[in-house]
């Protein structure tokens, strides 16, 4: 296990980790720190809860902690760096990490004070009150937006179609719709233009429910950044929608799904931005791991 959680595959790693936190504990102290050094933000947040957990468990508690919050810190500045909006779910871990394991400096965390997401800015507040017992102020500061599409955008991705070229299965032909959801649909068209899906997989596939997929790292936390908002429309989540994958509300990462069945539970909750016109029975062949082979973007 201690092999596998040095592996070259992110995914393969992080559940190394997670059985190495169950059999070994705080003796894989030296494999979890590694982990932080990683770019994935699964593997990561993985790391940091068992950092976390079995630093308070550690009979060198002091000691742990020594050597954690250095690495929990220098994690979190990099993924700050980036200034990315999907990093949020890794940049928390990271803060509640180092905040269980304690011994960090007010400096630490003072810069956090005027991040560019509201939750992590928050997050920082809330562990200097814990640590210093004072109450820190706040300041937003914005990340460039990008346009919304206009008009004469907006008219051509109405007849426009997304085909995933799949690999040994055939093609998904899905055509877009700008008129539920203009922003996501002008993204999805933009990333596949861009070749952004080329190679990517569905990495998720649940029967009778979804096949989800178009994650750089083939898991739910890796996505294309900033967030994209959710547009929500009154259309159903009927069999063949392809729907805006997200973790919370306005979480979109350009990770998508597509309804296996008729997912009434889903109506009002997710945005819809296209829909399979022709190659559902690809779709039903799809199992985790497919590749899609290319992305092609054909307009009428």
Do not use: C, K
Request: glycine share 8%; charged share 25%; proline share 5%.
């Amino acid at each position: 296990m201690r092999g596998l959680a040095g592996d070259e595959d992110p995914n393969v790693r992080e559940a190394a980790l997670q059985g190495l936190g169950t059999v070994v504990g705080d003796e894989g102290r030296d494999e979890y720190l590694a982990a932080l050094e990683s770019d994935d933000p699964q593997l990561v947040m993985t790391a940091a809860r068992l950092v976390s957990t079995h630093a308070a468990a550690a009979a060198a508690a002091a000691a742990a902690a020594e050597t954690s919050v250095p690495a929990l810190l220098a994690s979190l500045a990099r993924f700050t760096a980036v200034r990315r909006e999907t990093e949020r779910d890794v940049r928390v871990a990271l803060l509640v990490a180092i905040g269980e394991v304690g011994g960090f400096s007010p400096d630490d965390l003072t810069p956090y004070l005027a991040d560019f997401d509201d939750v992590v800015r928050d997050l920082a507040a809330t562990r200097l009150f814990e640590s210093t017992g004072t109450v820190h102020e706040t300041t937003r500061t914005n990340l460039p937006r990008t346009p919304p599409p206009d008009a004469a955008r907006i008219a051509e991705l109405a007849g426009a179609q997304v085909i995933l070229h799949m690999a040994d299965l055939g093609a998904i032909v899905i055509a877009l719709r700008p008129d539920l959801a203009a922003t996501n649909a002008d993204r999805f068209a933009r990333l596949a233009a861009e070749g952004y899906f080329d190679g990517l997989t569905f990495h998720r596939v649940v029967p009778n429910f979804v096949i989800q997929g178009g994650s750089p790292h083939a898991n739910e936390y890796m996505g294309d950044g900033p967030y994209s908002r959710d547009e929500i429309s009154d259309h159903p989540h009927w069999r063949g929608t392809v729907g805006l994958s997200t973790r919370g509300r306005d979480t979109g990462d350009a990770q998508i799904f597509i309804n296996l069945v008729d997912n009434v539970r889903l109506d009002f909750n997710y945005t819809i931005h296209g829909e399979v016109v022709e190659g559902m029975e690809i779709v039903d062949a799809v199992q985790e791991g497919a590749v899609i082979e290319r992305a092609e973007v054909v307009t009428r």
